[in-house]
């Protein structure tokens, strides 16, 4: 009898050490949910009951293959597997709530719900008509498959290494492409900012830490459950930007909507809930505090919002930040009539004194959206000319805009997707003219930086 105990026992702590290690990179992954049983059971409970049972049954099926090379029997190893799951999880998590006095009848309805549902579960798997012992592979066999698992991850990323090698320098603490958000929904979620006067850096470190929390697969499995269960049960948050979803057209419509309307209303939605949160005058970026308690709104989570914080900052002060300080140089020749009617002139020399933040752009449909924060302090003019792929055009389309502009005040510029790239120049108060950078257009992404 101690051998099925051992064997029992330490798959659990060996499932509670792979939890703990996928909290590390994962915080909010839905494996563990019981010391969050708020957030989590009592939003989505058949959410957290699908999340908690994949792991289980896996780690029961390789428990009952160990424990039967090692002549255990699988119904005592299964039980007491059960038990010993329950003891590392959710008992331990009750006992937490006991010393805190708080949470604690969530705890224990969590902890009754889900050893009734393990229970039958093993029950079904040990007195079914079928026997475990029998379907689970052989210890030989579980261990060939695992080693072909590692060598076939280990080929991919291989694989995966040298076709993406031409674009891995870029990336970066604070680059576009280490917020690993696709093209598209960067392009559409600049495009909701626009329109709702939101600040365009908070949504993208808002979405980049919650796509990282929710792969695709994950908001796949949310979205079965939003079509097919109870209407009690289903995640009372979709999408890659986790919101709630309006349940009128979509409850009724819910079997044929697609993941990409999910995401594109859960930007939608984020960017309405942020609305007019723009950076004072005079500021290029919010401050760590500040972040914090604009993302209050989104998800009070103490892990969520150092995340956020750290991504947003990362932007501005990261190893490869997409928005780093500049220095403008002064032009050397006009731009011009639409500019020099402003009263710019065509003072030469090296550097501006003054600094600026580095300006990048993303394509959504036909339109090129410029993330380029200043301020009326120092700036007067904004001026973006439209590269051509006709170098001998004598002038260059251009868009000017003034600080009284609505673009000027949100730092996010609307200009045609036109051309091969934009031309960034600021007039400053004193009427120099001063060039920040080029941006490029790339054929192989949407969105384009000055360091590429």
């Known amino acids: 009898m101690i051998l099925p105990v051992v064997v029992g026992t330490s798959a659990a702590i060996a499932l509670k050490i792979v939890f703990l290690a996928a909290r590390v990179s994962w915080p909010d992954n839905y494996f563990d949910s019981s010391d969050r049983t708020k957030h989590w059971v009592v939003e989505a409970p058949l959410k957290v009951l699908v999340w908690r049972l994949v792991p289980f049954l896996l780690t029961a099926i390789f428990a009952v293959v160990v424990g039967r090379s090692l002549g255990a029997g699988a119904s005592p190893v299964l039980w007491v597997f059960l038990g010993s799951h329950i003891a590392t999880t959710n008992l331990l998590a009750l006992i937490s709530a006991y010393s805190r006095s708080s949470g604690i009848l969530v705890q224990w309805a969590y902890l009754l719900g889900l050893t009734l549902v393990f229970a039958v579960v093993v029950g079904v798997l040990d007195w079914g008509p079928w026997d475990l012992a029998g379907i689970a592979p052989e210890a030989e066999t579980l261990v060939q498959g695992v080693w072909t698992a590692v060598c076939v991850a280990v080929l991919f990323a291989v694989f995966k290494a040298m076709t993406l090698s031409r674009h891995?320098?870029?990336?970066?603490a604070g680059s576009l492409s280490s917020l690993k958000i696709d093209d598209f929904y960067m392009g559409y979620l600049a495009k909701c900012a626009f329109e709702r006067r939101a600040d365009l850096p908070l949504l993208l470190a808002i979405v980049a830490h919650e796509s990282s929390n929710r792969p695709t697969f994950v908001r796949y499995i949310e979205l079965f459950l939003f079509k097919y269960s109870i209407r009690t049960l289903t995640p009372r948050t979709l999408g890659i930007a986790q919101q709630k979803i309006g349940r009128d057209r979509f409850w009724h419509e819910r079997s044929r909507i697609r993941l990409n309307e999910v995401d594109c209303q859960s930007m939608e939605r984020l960017a309405q809930l942020f609305a007019g949160s723009l950076i004072p005058d005079g500021e290029v970026r919010f401050g760590a505090y500040e972040i914090k308690s604009l993302v209050n709104a989104h998800n009070k989570g103490s892990s969520n919002l150092v995340a956020v914080a750290r991504i947003y900052e990362d932007l501005f002060l990261g190893e490869n930040a997409v928005m780093a300080a500049v220095e403008p140089t002064i032009e050397d020749s006009s731009i011009g009539e639409a500019v020099e009617n402003h009263g710019a002139t065509e003072d030469t020399g090296l550097t501006a004194d003054l600094e600026v933040s580095s300006p990048w752009a993303v394509r959504h449909?036909?339109?090129?959206?410029?993330?380029?924060?200043?301020?009326?302090?120092?700036?007067?003019?904004?001026?973006?000319?439209?590269?051509?792929?006709?170098?001998?055009?004598?002038?260059?389309?251009?868009?000017?805009?003034?600080?009284?502009?609505?673009?000027?005040?949100?730092?996010?510029?609307?200009v045609p997707a036109n051309g091969m790239g934009v031309r960034l120049s600021v007039v400053d108060n004193r009427g120099r003219m001063l060039r920040v950078a080029n941006l490029w257009f790339d054929a192989d992404r949407d969105y384009v930086s000055v360091d590429g």
């Not at 009326?376 to 003034?402: C, L």
């Open 365 to 414: 449909g036909g339109d090129c959206y410029v993330q380029f924060k200043v301020s009326r302090s120092e700036i007067a003019i904004v001026v973006m000319n439209i590269i051509s792929s006709n170098m001998a055009r004598p002038i260059p389309v251009t868009h000017t805009f003034g600080s009284g502009s609505r673009e000027f005040e949100a730092g996010l510029f609307k």
């Open 168 to 172: 891995s320098s870029g990336v970066g």
